[in-house]
C-alpha cells in the first residue's frame, strides 16, 4: 500500500532464532500496529504503537516485543521464534484511530 | 474483552443471488469497518460505519450497523465472480481494532 512498507514480504527461520520484521510509513502517522493473520481467527492486535517509543500490548502478545524509535519505523521481534508463531502478519497505521486505518503488504514468516 | 463474531464462516453462491454477512460485537464500539482481502493480499477498506442506523453502499455490496442490536450486515445484491473474496468485519474502541473471523465468500458462475 501507498505510504506503508513491510520487509521482508517473506521469510523461513528456524525454532529458536531470533527474527525482526520492519513496518516503514512515510505517511508521518501517529499510531502504527502490528497484527497477525491465521485461518478462522481473522487478525489479532499483537502490538501498538501511539507515538515515539510509546507502545502497549495487543490480545496476543507473548513473545513478542516492538520498539518505535522514530515515527516512520516500527519493528517487530520474536525473541526466539517457535512454530506457534507461523503466520502472516501485517501492519497497518493510522493518523488517529478515528481516522481509518492503511494496512501493508503483509509478511508470511514461516518458523521450522 | 471485546468480541466480534462473524457468520458464515465460508459461503458459496451462484452469481446472480443475493446473500447477507452478519457481524456481532460484544460491546459498546466508537464505528465498525469493513474490510476485503484477497488471496495473498492485503485489506482493502469498504465501508465504515459511524453511528445507528448507518447505511453505505457501494455497487452490489451494502453496509449497515445497529448499534443497539450491536449488529452489522453486509448485504450481496446480485452476486458477480468478483466479488469472491474473504471479507471482514472489525470494532473500533478505544485505540485499536478488532476484527471478526472472517467470511470466505466464492461466488460461482
Known amino acids: 500500500d501507498a505510504g506503508i512498507t513491510q520487509s521482508p514480504r517473506h521469510k523461513v527461520t528456524e525454532t529458536g532464532t531470533p527474527v525482526t520484521l520492519r513496518c516503514h510509513q512515510t505517511?508521518?502517522?501517529?499510531?502504527m500496529y502490528w497484527y497477525r493473520q491465521d485461518p478462522g481467527h481473522g487478525l489479532r492486535l499483537i502490538h501498538y504503537?501511539?507515538?515515539?517509543?510509546?507502545?502497549d500490548k495487543g490480545e496476543v502478545s507473548d513473545g513478542y516485543s516492538v520498539s518505535r524509535s522514530k515515527t516512520e519505523d516500527f519493528l517487530l521481534t520474536l525473541e526466539s521464534a517457535t512454530s506457534s508463531q507461523t503466520s502472516v502478519y501485517f501492519c497497518?497505521?493510522?493518523?488517529?484511530?478515528?481516522?481509518?486505518?492503511?494496512f501493508g503488504s503483509g509478511t508470511r514468516l514461516t518458523v521450522v | 474483552e471485546l468480541k466480534v463474531e462473524q457468520n458464515p464462516l465460508f459461503l458459496s453462491m451462484q452469481e446472480g443471488k443475493n446473500y447477507t454477512i452478519y457481524c456481532n460485537y460484544s460491546?459498546?464500539?466508537?464505528?465498525l469497518y469493513w474490510y476485503r482481502q484477497d488471496p495473498g493480499k492485503s485489506l482493502e477498506s469498504l465501508f465504515v460505519?459511524?453511528?445507528?442506523?448507518a447505511v453505505k453502499q457501494e455497487g452490489r455490496l451494502m453496509a449497515s450497523l445497529d448499534t443497539k442490536a450491536r449488529l452489522s450486515t453486509l448485504h450481496i445484491t446480485a452476486a458477480v465472480h468478483d466479488l469472491s473474496a474473504t471479507y471482514f468485519c472489525?470494532?473500533?474502541?478505544?485505540?485499536?481494532?478488532?476484527f471478526g473471523g472472517g467470511t470466505r465468500l466464492m461466488v460461482k458462475p
Open positions: 505517511e508521518n502517522h501517529r499510531y
Open positions: 497497518a497505521i493510522s493518523q488517529t484511530p478515528n481516522y481509518g486505518y492503511t
Open positions: 460491546t459498546t464500539s466508537d464505528r
Open positions: 504503537s501511539y507515538g515515539v517509543k510509546d507502545t
Open positions: 460505519l459511524l453511528s445507528n442506523g
Open positions: 472489525a470494532v473500533e474502541a478505544g485505540n485499536m481494532l478488532t
